[in-house]
């Protein structure tokens, strides 16, 4: 079977879906591979890599295209008139489609129109047997890792307590707002960099996880926040009563802060807001925030997306792109096994090619469309009565 690995065209993602080490895997399942030139430039893979792995380098996405019955992406192929490339009207109908797919109920009826199996892997369940698979915790723990890295590149200070002849510097207080994947790595990148590290989230598991990580803990708690997380561990949306409460307990840390990191996203809806333009304004020229949420809207109300800005106080908001992609190499690396896991615990070995079980309990959290249909639950038309 063929496996396609695309270029990704879309603004600010520098990863590739496939690196030499996965090529060579999937080649073993008894795939060929066709990997698009250029695919990997951004993540520090050369076309030369992937051809001593044993893949095809095709000229184009069109060449790469040409008979795939399996494609992978980072981000969702590019349809009519979203670039130079309709990527989606190159894919083959009964094509199998697997990244990070930003799934609506539109996408799913624009793949299911164009006759292509696609599987959302962001939609994964958080099960043990899907934890090698899940792609928002791997990229996540890559971008608590580089969030707090750009911190220490923007603070004007030193992280660590620095005691030389001349004096002290003290160590740079850090606030970790949030406490999932991301999070709890920022917590633990901070505490390496030597740091003085708070952290706060809504949800109850949360506390002694910061804690353990050697941060103490900032928040507010309520009848409410021991709800605040779903079966699946991702955190709920609150009352907006709540979030007023919290930001009371955390306006006063906030401004003692030389460092925040802000983590906190809602599967499918806009991030909340968490730091206000009031609490901005109280913290100390030189303080950095960096907004990890900016691609949801931001957690920070003054954060720009896509840019790093200098309020009128003198901090600086952090509120880039992709940050997963900011570590391309190591964030390729994860996903591209991500994937691989994906296909290698679904694989036919006889016919050489993906089993997909309509009752699998990951295959029904992934799978969108099969068929020419809308088959996952949140995006299927309603049967009539």
């Known amino acids: 079977m063929r496996l396609a690995v695309l270029k990704e065209r879309r603004p600010a993602e520098t990863r590739v879906a496939a690196t030499p080490e996965t090529v060579k895997k ?5 795939c060929s591979v066709a990997v698009e030139t250029g695919a990997g430039l951004a993540s520090g893979i050369p076309d030369a890599e992937y051809a001593a792995a044993g893949a095809e380098v095709a000229p184009d996405a069109a060449a790469a295209l ?19 490339v309709d990527e989606l009207s190159l894919i083959p109908r009964g094509a199998l489609l697997l990244g990070q797919l930003g799934a609506d109920a539109k996408a799913a009826g624009t793949y299911a129109q164009l006759g292509i199996d696609a599987g959302a892997m962001e939609l994964l369940p958080r099960i043990t047997r899907a934890q090698s698979m899940d792609i928002l915790s791997s990229q996540a723990n890559l971008a608590g890792y580089r969030a707090v890295v750009e911190a220490a590149g923007a603070f004007d200070r030193g992280f660590p307590m620095l005691m030389t002849a001349a004096g002290t510097i003290p160590a740079a207080s850090v606030f970790i707002m949030g406490a999932g994947v991301a999070g709890l790595q920022a917590i633990a990148t901070a505490r390496r960099l030597g740091g003085r590290v708070s952290a706060t989230d809504v949800r109850p598991a949360a506390k002694e996880e910061i ?25 709920k949306q609150l009352s907006a009563e709540f979030y007023a409460e919290q930001a009371k307990v955390v306006a006063a840390h906030i401004a003692k802060q030389d460092i925040v990191v802000t983590t906190a996203l809602v599967q499918g809806r806009q991030a909340p807001q968490l730091v206000s333009a009031e609490m901005v304004r109280a913290m100390r020229p030189g303080s950095i925030i960096v907004d990890i949420a900016a691609d949801a809207g931001g957690n920070v109300a003054l954060t720009r997306p896509g840019e790093m ?4 106080n003198g901090v600086k908001i952090l509120g880039y792109h992709n940050w997963p992609g900011r570590i391309a190499g190591a964030a390729s690396a994860l996903f591209a096994r991500n994937l691989l896991t994906f296909l290698t ?3 036919d070995k006889e016919a050489k090619a993906p089993k997909l079980p309509a009752e699998d309990e990951i295959v029904k959290g992934v799978l969108l469309t099969r068929g020419g249909a809308v088959v996952h639950p949140n995006f299927a038309p309603a049967k009539a009565a």
């Open 345 to 347: 615990t679904f694989w």
């Open 66 to 84: 040409n008979g795939a019955g399996i494609v992978l992406k980072i981000r969702a192929p590019l349809g009519t008139g979203e670039g130079a």
């Open 309 to 312: 800005i200098t309020t009128e």
């Open 211 to 235: 804690k353990s990580l050697g941060a103490s803990f900032v928040g507010y708690e309520s009848e409410e926040s021991k709800q605040a997380q779903t079966a699946g561990g991702y955190a």
């Open 26 to 30: 999937l080649i073993g399942l008894g």
